[in-house]
């Protein structure tokens, strides 16, 4: 399923994010940016040693990465030239932040894609695996954040991708472009 929101084609795909040809693959880390389970695991094992070399020097430099913030990484073996880690808020219920943490968890990773030169980029679901945050609202709040980064921003790149592991999960995504009416 896809749309166009001005220059940029969204897209969702049901799929291992590990996969994607794309100039950078987003990776739903933790604030020490260590190695953790679910799609981080995932990403680090395909990648190789380089992304966590990379991730203990940014630890050693800015000691992580705060939740809503991002940072740009080398992608080792992957196709991906670029690993954008972000930190998603844990699910709390809702009402500490969350959502504007989650949205700026996009916008911030757009932001780092711009200043890199990256023209396509792939998002996994962000904090809706160990971090508990439920997928439908979850989706909502994704996918207004890259329609609003791509209507405010011209140098917004020109693909980005959803790829989400599970059935589930992407359905929960196709409704949310259809309740936005994307
Ligand atoms: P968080 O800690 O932010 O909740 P998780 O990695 O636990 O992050 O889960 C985020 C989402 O990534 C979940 O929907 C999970 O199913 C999905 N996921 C796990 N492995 C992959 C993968 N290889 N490619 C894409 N998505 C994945």
Redesign the pocket.
Known sequence: MQTQIVQTNLELIQG???KAHVDAIVN?ANNALVG?????G?IRRAGGDVIENACAEIRSREGGCPTGKAVITTAGNLHAKYVIHTV?PVWEGGNSGEAELLASCYQESLQLAVENGVQSIAF??????????PTEKAALVALTAVKDFSEQSSAAPASVQF????DA?YTCYEDALRTLNL
């Open positions: 291992d994010i590990t739903a953790g389970g679910g799609v981080d995932a998603g996994p679901s962000i904090s809706t695996g160990i971090y508990g945050y790829v989400l592991f599970d999960t």
